[in-house]
C-alpha cells in the first residue's frame, strides 16, 4: 500500500479508498510517519467524514485503509493551506511537488 500511495504522490493522482467504514476520495499529498505510524496526509475532495466539511485536509493511518485504488485522474498539485505549512510528520516518505 506504501507503495501505491508514494506512486499517486509522485503522479499526482487521486486514490479512493475505505476509511473507519466511509468512503473518500483524495489527493495524496504527504507520506510519512509520525509516533511510529504510516500516515497519508491529504485533501478530501469526494466520499464522506465523520466530520463533514468536504473538501478539507485530513490524515489517515495506513493500517485502517482499505481497498485503496489509485485513480487516472490527476490533480495539479500543490495547495494552499490554512497555517502556510502541512502538519507535521517524525519523518517524510513522499511528498507532493
Not at 8 to 15: H, Y
Not at 30 to 39: A, F
Not at 79 to 84: A, L, M
Amino acid at each position: 500500500m506504501e507503495e501505491l500511495i508514494a506512486h499517486a504522490i509522485n503522479q499526482k493522482k487521486f486514490i479512493e479508498f475505505r476509511y473507519q467504514g466511509r468512503h473518500r476520495v483524495a489527493e495524496p499529498h504527504v507520506l510519512g510517519i509520525t509516533n511510529g505510524i504510516k500516515q497519508v496526509l491529504c485533501y478530501q475532495t469526494g466520499g464522506h467524514s465523520s466530520r463533514g466539511n468536504l473538501p478539507d485536509w485530513r490524515r489517515f493511518d495506513l493500517h485502517e485503509i482499505v481497498g485503496l485504488k489509485v485513480l487516472e485522474t490527476t490533480f495539479p498539485g500543490k495547495r494552499p493551506y490554512p497555517s502556510g505549512r502541512h502538519s507535521s510528520f517524525d519523518h517524510r516518505i513522499a511528498i507532493v511537488q
